[in-house]
């Protein structure tokens, strides 16, 4: 008999999360079921597999050249450490991470953001460290 408490735990992942298949293809991989590696692709903007819901530990979107996130960009998405950093990113819409739960870890240093939308991070509400250095 699968408890109650177990049950509403696994209700909020996906079947290939439980079963252990990688839910990402190219151009990002996973490091296991819950890190998921884009870093170093030099993507443009953001892989389609982020409009799937899953529950990742980590998302590296570390050195590409994204230069803006749109509204809603990470809707659905669900993590706790996403790592923006090292990127060409000068834009961040005020809705960039609406949609998004779960972020405790949110780097986005090595940018080139000299302003941000007083309402950006609003949804962050499990936000426990920011890393804005070396940004203009």
């Excluded at 443009?44 to 590409?64: A, M």
């Excluded at 609406?98 to 007083?118: E, H, M, R, V």
């Excluded at 991070?121 to 499990?126: A, D, N, S």
Aim: positive net charge; hydrophobic residues 45%; glycine residues 4%.
């Amino acid at each position: 008999m699968i408890r109650p408490y177990l049950l509403l735990f696994l209700s909020g992942y996906s079947s290939a999360m439980l079963f252990g298949v990688c839910p990402i293809t190219s151009p990002c991989h996973c490091e296991s079921t819950v890190h998921i590696k884009c870093n170093s692709r030099r993507l443009k903007r953001l892989p389609y597999l982020l409009e799937f819901t899953f529950i990742w530990k980590e998302l590296d979107l570390s050195d590409n050249i994204l230069n803006h996130l749109d509204g809603w960009e990470f809707q659905g998405v669900w993590v706790f450490k996403l790592d923006i950093r090292s990127n060409t990113l000068t834009l961040l819409n005020e809705r960039a991470f609406s949609g998004t739960k779960g972020i405790q870890f949110l780097d986005l240093s090595y940018n080139f953001l000299s302003y941000l939308p007083a309402l950006v991070f609003r949804h962050l509400f499990m936000l426990k460290h920011l890393n804005l250095a070396n940004n203009r």
